[in-house]
């Protein structure tokens, strides 16, 4: 009983800072897929290890003066997936693995703090660097069992009452029944402006009474699933920090109609490197903190007003740093030049190029060029078999080939990206998600909410809080 009364006190006196600070008119909820403790660290040592020093780099949402740690465990499994973690950072319930709005009976719907926000009387946008349809952002506003129905999905953002998404473009933007407009149509008909690209945003946002803003439709012949890993891209390309730019205009240019906002933002492709185990991670992860600093600026201009969060629903590959005594040699990944998804592509039209005169030391070359190998990074005599090994499996067809979730890439690939993993000396355990805490930071109203050990189904209905949003 006296426990529970001190934890009523507590609540009490937590609402009455709340009050006495005012309400966070904005808010920015930003969501790093895959990012767990060890990748942020990993990204701040890597900064510091490109400077010659043993320590950290200092990023800016990891120096939030409030930090936390989250359980990210679903209903169902110890191990959660996007989607049930989506939904308990949106939503603030546990469900199934694979489920999206909705309890673990997949039967009873449940609401996000976009639907909060927006009965609140604010601007609500959504946005991810991966398609506006994919697990994380559709957690706050589908309501469907599985994440695999991609075209379900997209009929319920563009029938949902939020003011902004962004991302790569839709999975799957035709009815499957081949019957019925596109998505596409869908949403103009909804009073949605399309976008292709930053640039089309400009032309076009200032007469939007809506808008999604997808990358440019050149970029989506390429991969409509994904913005390019900013380890890969090319100017003229869509960024995070883009799409947190044009959020931000967009929604402040509502205020006439609106209560302040709220804006989801998802570095989604943090995930998609982790499942690869591609050292290119800490490129995406710095790329989210970029577009952090965008928020951190507006923040600067309204700080008794805005509240930012930045956590991530699951961590990805068991990532270890450390694998051999006590060193750590991530200055090595500073010589990685493109994905190793890209990799495998580019080595592809390199024999294309060669044709029959495509040799080993054509190879070997291109490796050193692009990943630093024997120039650089010092390999062993074994590790320099490996590969040569890997390229003649392939030259000869009897190369075996590895797939992740996102990604299929050759056996030469992936001995690079093995080799490049060792010489930093580290490790990882799995090409699927972990159960490894992942972190909360937190600065603005509010923010003193985030500290120690919390679950994943308290960050959504803190920010609520802070906000003054019934939920």
């Known amino acids: 009983m006296k426990k529970r009364f001190l934890t009523l006190c507590g609540i009490l006196m937590l609402a009455l800072s709340i009050m006495a600070q005012g309400k966070a008119k904005y808010v920015f909820y930003f969501i790093g897929d895959g990012m767990g403790v060890n990748q942020v660290n990993g990204a701040e040592t890597y900064l510091a290890a490109l400077e010659g020093r043993i320590g950290i780099n200092e990023l800016c949402f990891p120096s939030f003066p409030y930090s936390a740690f989250v359980n990210t465990q679903s209903a169902s499994n110890g191990v959660t997936d996007s989607a049930a973690g989506g939904t308990a950072l949106a939503t603030g319930h546990k469900t199934k693995n694979g489920a999206l709005g909705m309890l673990a009976d997949l039967t009873t719907p449940v609401t996000s703090i976009a639907d909060w926000a927006h009965d609140a009387g604010a601007a609500v946008g959504i946005t991810t660097s991966v398609s506006v349809d994919h697990a994380t952002p559709a957690a706050f506003y589908a309501h469907v069992p599985s994440r695999k129905q991609a075209y379900d999905i997209g009929v319920q953002l563009v029938n949902s009452n939020n003011d902004f998404y962004a991302g790569s473009d839709f999975v799957s933007p035709e009815n499957p029944d081949k019957e019925g407009k596109s998505l596409y149509e869908q949403a103009a008909d909804k009073g949605f402006t399309i976008a292709y690209g930053y640039k089309d945003y400009q032309k076009k946002a200032r007469k939007a ?263």
């Open 209 to 471: 009474d809506r808008m999604i803003m997808f990358q440019t439709q050149e970029a989506n012949k390429r991969d409509r699933y994904s913005l390019p890993y900013a380890i890969d891209r090319s100017k003229g390309d869509l960024t995070l920090t883009d799409i947190t730019r044009a959020a931000i205009n967009f929604l402040t240019k509502k205020q006439g109609e609106k209560d302040g906002f709220f804006l989801m933002v998802e570095g989604g492709k943090i995930d998609w490197a982790c499942h690869a185990n591609d050292m290119c991670y800490i490129k995406e992860l710095i790329d989210m903190d970029n577009a952090v600093k965008v928020a951190y600026e507006f923040y600067q201009q309204h700080p008794d007003e805005t509240l930012i969060v930045v956590t991530a629903d699951h961590e990805t590959g068991g990532l270890v740093l450390g694998r051999k005594g006590y060193d750590l040699h991530l200055d090595v990944v500073g010589n990685q030049r493109m994905s190793i998804e890209k990799l495998g592509k580019e080595l592809h039209k390199l024999h294309d190029k060669h044709g029959e005169k495509y040799n080993w030391d054509i190879v070997k070359a291109f490796l050193a060029e692009n990943f630093g190998f024997w120039t650089k990074v010092s390999l062993s005599d074994a590790q320099t078999t490996r590969l040569q090994e890997a390229f003649n499996n392939i030259m000869s067809g009897k190369g075996q080939s590895t797939e992740t979730l996102y990604q299929k890439d050759d056996e030469l690939a992936t001995t690079v990206r093995k080799i490049l993993a060792e010489c930093a000396l580290v490790g990882w355990q799995t090409g699927g998600h972990s159960n490894g805490y992942v972190p909360c930071f937190a600065i603005g109203v509010g923010a003193e909410q985030f500290h120690g050990r919390i679950d994943n189904t308290e960050i959504c209905k803190n920010i609520a809080t802070a906000a003054g949003w019934k939920h």
